[in-house]
Nanobody
Framework: QVQLVESGGGLVQAGGSLRLSCAASGSTFSSYGMGWFRQAPGKEREFVAAISQSRLNAWYADSVKGRFTISRDNAKGTASLQMNSLKPEDTAIYYC??????????????????WGQGTQVTVSS
């Protein structure tokens, strides 16, 4: 049984930083790309960042480029999202997801098959 569990969310002041972690169990973590998505109140879920299984490639939404960094530790079975210079508009529930082996893209929900329960990130102004 595949399971993804996010942690590290919380309340932070604008300009501050948070580091989100995603722990994988019940799967061969190193065989899959991983991504982070977020959903703000009243908004659709949107792509944030993704990283290939080899760690050689990463993708970022324009809204977070230069501020967020995605990484992974295949030996530990974890994926992380370092978020710096946080803005109030970053407030959302953040979800970790495993990329589907049958898809070729990285930036849409359709490309991912396993999802975590989400962790709340709130940025105060």
């Amino acid at each position: 049984q595949v399971q993804l569990v996010e942690s590290g969310g919380g309340l932070v002041q604008a300009g501050g930083s948070l580091r989100l972690s995603c722990a994988a169990s019940g799967s061969t973590f190193s065989s899959y790309g991983m991504g982070w998505f977020r959903q703000a109140p009243g908004k659709e879920r949107e792509f944030v960042a993704a990283i290939s299984q080899s760690r050689l490639n990463a993708w970022y939404a324009d809204s977070v480029k230069g501020r967020f960094t995605i990484s992974r530790d295949n030996a530990k079975g974890t994926a992380s999202l370092q978020m710096n210079s946080l803005k109030p508009e970053d407030t959302a529930i953040y979800y970790c997801a495993r990329r589907s082996a049958s898809r070729g893209g990285w930036t849409t929900e359709f490309e991912y098959d396993i999802w975590g329960q989400g962790t709340q990130v709130t940025v105060s102004s």
